[in-house]
């Protein structure tokens, strides 16, 4: 199964989704940041990111755009996790390199159809 890592400023959310991609299958990164996420990213090279946008520093849309753009880690699809769940959110998301959108509370089956749409299964 794949390497996914959630990053998460929240210890709750981040071991929910844990619990949901492990449930699943999958073998999971953390990280607590944007910037902790990027470093990550660079060295471990996961599957796909699971990112959180409202984040202290850095926030998930600066991360995914970052993670976008760099030529290290381009091909890593990133999946939003957000409480924001206005259109405008999903499409800023989007724009800024995101492959798919999730608003909070995450449901499970919907984490994993999305995390399998970008990871080509």
């Given at each position: 199964?794949?390497?996914?890592?959630?990053?998460?400023?929240?210890?709750?959310d981040k071991e929910?989704?844990?619990?949901?991609?492990?449930r699943?299958?999958?073998?999971?990164?953390?990280?607590?940041?944007?910037?902790?996420?990027i470093?990550?990213?660079?060295l471990?090279?996961?599957?796909?990111v699971v990112m959180?946008?409202?984040?202290?520093g850095?926030?998930?849309?600066?991360?995914?755009?970052?993670?976008?753009?760099?030529?290290?880690t381009t091909a890593?699809?990133?999946?939003?996790?957000?409480s924001?769940?206005?259109?405008?959110?999903?499409?800023w998301?989007?724009?800024q390199g995101?492959?798919?959108?999730?608003?909070k509370?995450?449901?499970?089956?919907?984490?994993?159809?999305?995390l399998?749409?970008?990871l080509g299964g």
């Amino acid at each position: 199964m794949a390497r996914v890592m959630v990053v998460d400023d929240s210890p709750t959310d981040k071991e929910y989704l844990k619990q949901i991609l492990t449930r699943a299958g999958h073998s999971v990164l953390e990280a607590a940041s944007g910037q902790d996420a990027i470093e990550m990213a660079r060295l471990q090279k996961p599957d796909c990111v699971v990112m959180d946008v409202v984040m202290p520093g850095m926030n998930g849309f600066q991360a995914t755009r970052m993670l976008s753009r760099d030529p290290v880690t381009t091909a890593i699809p990133v999946i939003v996790v957000s409480s924001k769940n206005q259109e405008t959110d999903r499409v800023w998301a989007l724009r800024q390199g995101a492959r798919e959108y999730i608003v909070k509370p995450v449901k499970e089956a919907e984490l994993i159809g999305k995390l399998q749409s970008v990871l080509g299964g």
